[in-house]
């Protein structure tokens, strides 16, 4: 069994609590414990923090990481934004020497130092690389058969693509793999790759123009037929299912299109109870894509 | 060295515009890679989702970022990237456009020139650890999927919050939030 500190960010567990639970119980059934993580805090949000001072984002993300490293245990984690923070700085401090003493000359005002001992993963890397696809469809009990997903990679999984593992920003596939292994289909659609529209701080300051990207989006996956959004970022998650709520409101766009985590849908093809995986929680019913599933 | 000489801002002033030769060699040590390669082909306004739609064009922040003029630590606009990279991931230059711009916005932030949206996050954090702060409704949500009514995050163990706030101190971020605060009651 391989154990992580599991770190939940703000979202999943103060918004969409079926994300940080879903991520528990279907990692259980590939070995995969992901244990509380102790004192963690919000990684901070990158494109509010970083935004603000790139330094002090850079030491709130590592005083996340240094809790972990007098753990020893590696980070796993599930939003996109998290990503960006920890990924980035561990990164960056294990690689760059003078970016690390300037951290540490902060961290030292508490006590911490960055060792550059663990890793930072999210948990979509661990599926594909570690388990993989395969062994992800002998976990599946109810194929998802029939189901078009409008999949949403969200940005800061993959990108700046110099600073990642994944390879092309443009024209990824594993997270196509990963629901295809469920059973369901992945469609393609206009703009796939585009912003949820909600980072950078840009929901908090001009929401309209947040909204209008999630718009376009949203009108992109309905034309393509799309039964559900499926997203691996809370964020992300939030802006295009409670940003449905806003846009019917501020614009009169109806979608009604449900969006689920990767790790609740997961549970659901792997038989889970739809209530354990917190579904009922989310802006948009759930229940029309349930009712063609099960 | 006549190059040295043409250093000097006053040689770049243009009617009331200051051109200030420091404002580069900020972006760039605060992140902003390679922002003085910059050749204006517009890859990046091209490829900007929110530049369809608003203002904001990344051409012209990198070339205002490059020419010194600092004008463009006021325009409102300047917070409108939503941070997606794809700019950056496309520039032919390998620029970290995006990089360029949040260095750009943590200067501005120095200026107290940053939304009160910023703010009021760094706030949350300061008070609570979370940006997005746990909720009474929420607690009932967690306690339906079996977790607790609380995460083990700082909501749990908030003894944590103080490092948090010292972090914020030595970087001069509390400082800015307080007069701010203040300047806006």
Redo the contacts between chains.
């Keep these: 069994m391989k154990e992580y500190n599991f770190f939940?960010g703000?979202?999943a567990?103060?918004?969409y609590?079926?994300i940080?639970?879903s991520a528990v119980k279907t990692s259980r059934k590939f070995d995969i414990e992901l244990r509380?993580?102790?004192?963690?805090?919000?990684c901070?949000?990158?494109?509010?923090?970083?935004?603000?001072?790139?330094?002090?984002w850079l030491?709130?993300g590592a005083?996340n990481i240094c809790l972990s490293e007098k753990e020893g245990k590696d980070i796993a984690l599930i939003c996109n934004g998290c990503y960006k923070s920890l990924f980035e700085a561990n990164h960056r401090l294990k690689s760059d020497p003078v970016m690390r003493e300037k951290v540490n000359s902060?961290?030292a005002?508490?006590d911490?130092e960055f060792q550059g001992s663990v890793e930072v993963r999210h948990l979509i890397d661990i599926l594909y690389n570690d388990v993989g696809p395969e062994k992800v469809k002998e976990s599946v009990e109810v194929p998802l058969t029939g189901v078009n997903v409008a999949i949403h990679y969200g940005?800061?999984l993959l990108?700046?693509?110099?600073d990642r593992t994944f390879g092309s920003?443009?024209r990824p596939r594993f997270f196509d793999e990963l629901v295809e292994a469920l059973g369901a289909t992945s469609i393609d659609y206009k703009e796939k790759?585009?912003?949820c529209?909600?980072?950078?701080?840009?929901r908090?300051?001009?929401m309209d123009?947040?909204l209008?990207?999630a718009n376009?989006k949203l009108y992109n996956m309905t034309q393509a037929n799309a039964d559900v959004i499926v997203d691996v970022c809370p964020f992300c998650h939030l802006q295009l299912d409670r940003g449905q709520v806003e846009i019917k409101e501020k614009f009169g766009d109806v979608y009604d299109l449900p969006v689920l985590h990767y790790n609740q849908l997961l549970g659901l093809a792997q038989g889970m109870n739809p209530?354990?995986?917190?579904l009922?929680?989310h802006e948009i019913s759930v229940e029309p894509l349930l009712a063609k599933i099960l | 060295m006549a190059s040295e000489g043409m250093r000097d801002p006053k040689h770049y002033q243009l009617g009331k515009t200051q051109f200030d030769p420091d404002l580069i060699k900020e972006v760039i040590a605060?992140?902003g890679k390679n922002a003085q390669m910059c050749y204006q082909c517009g890859t990046c306004t091209a490829s900007c989702?929110?530049g369809q739609?608003?203002g904001l064009r990344v051409r012209t922040v990198m070339r205002k970022a490059n020419l010194g003029m600092r004008d463009v630590l006021d325009d409102p606009d300047l917070?409108?990237?939503?941070?997606?990279?794809?700019c950056?991931?496309r520039c032919p230059r390998?620029i970290?456009a995006?990089d360029a711009i949040?260095?750009l916005?943590?200067i501005a932030?120095r200026e107290k020139k940053?939304?009160m949206?910023?703010i009021?996050?760094?706030g949350a954090?300061s008070k609570t650890?979370?940006?997005?702060?746990?909720?009474e409704a929420?607690m009932k949500?967690?306690v339906?999927?079996?977790?607790p009514e609380n995460?083990?995050?700082?909501?749990?163990?908030p003894?944590?919050?103080k490092?948090?706030n010292?972090?914020?101190e030595?970087?001069?971020?509390l400082k800015?939030r307080e007069e701010m605060e203040a300047e806006s009651q």
């Design positions: 939940l703000c979202i567990p103060n918004r609590p079926g940080e639970a509380d993580f102790k004192g963690a805090s919000c901070p949000a990158p494109g509010a923090f970083g935004s603000m001072d790139v330094n002090a030491a709130l005083r902060i961290l005002n508490i911490y940005c800061h990108k700046p693509k110099f920003s443009e790759m585009m912003c529209g909600a980072g950078g701080g840009v908090s300051y001009k123009l947040a209008d990207i376009e209530d354990e995986l917190g009922d929680a | 605060l992140g989702p929110m739609r608003s917070w409108l990237c939503t941070t997606c990279y794809t950056s991931d390998r970290m995006t949040i260095a916005r943590n932030t940053v939304p949206s910023m009021k996050i760094m954090i650890g979370h940006g997005v702060p746990n909720n929420n949500n967690r339906k999927v079996g977790l995460p083990p995050t700082t909501h749990t163990y003894e944590y919050i490092d948090i010292k972090i914020l030595v970087t001069g971020l800015i």
